[in-house]
């Protein structure tokens, strides 16, 4: 069994930064691709950043600048760091991963979320 827990989300005022994690656990084989996903209120859900295991990186050119992706391979952790934070950025932030749990099975898995809330 695999987990995805993300923290470091909260409240920030416009402007602020703040950092995200995302640490997987459990049954892993090897990691492929890690990322970031967002769902704002009414929204679909969209791509923040991808970053591969060798450490390719993938934005949405609307964020390109001001949030950033990186990786602890040793430590099976993602990270984003969001500078420069507008409301717009208000959203429910989810970590997703591409792992092998064995040398034939590969999945896809989420988090369970994390709240960011920018203040005007």
């Known amino acids: 069994q695999v987990q995805l827990v993300e923290s470091g989300g909260g409240l920030v005022q416009a402007g602020g930064s703040l950092s995200l994690s995302c640490a997987a656990s459990?049954?892993?084989?090897?990691?492929?691709?890690m990322g970031w996903y967002r769902q704002a209120p009414g929204k679909q859900r969209e791509l923040v950043a991808l970053?591969?295991?060798?450490?390719?990186?993938n934005y949405a050119d609307t964020l390109k600048g001001r949030f950033t992706i990186s990786r602890d391979n040793v430590k099976s952790t993602v990270y984003l760091q969001m500078n420069s934070l507008k409301p717009e950025d208000t959203a429910v932030y989810y970590c997703?991963?591409?792992?092998?749990?064995?040398?034939?099975?590969?999945?896809?898995?989420w988090g369970q979320g994390t709240q960011v809330t920018v203040s005007s």
């Open positions: 459990g049954s892993i084989f090897s990691i492929n691709a």
């Open positions: 997703n991963a591409d792992i092998r749990v064995s040398i034939l099975v590969r999945s896809n898995f």
């Open positions: 970053i591969t295991s060798g450490g390719s990186t």
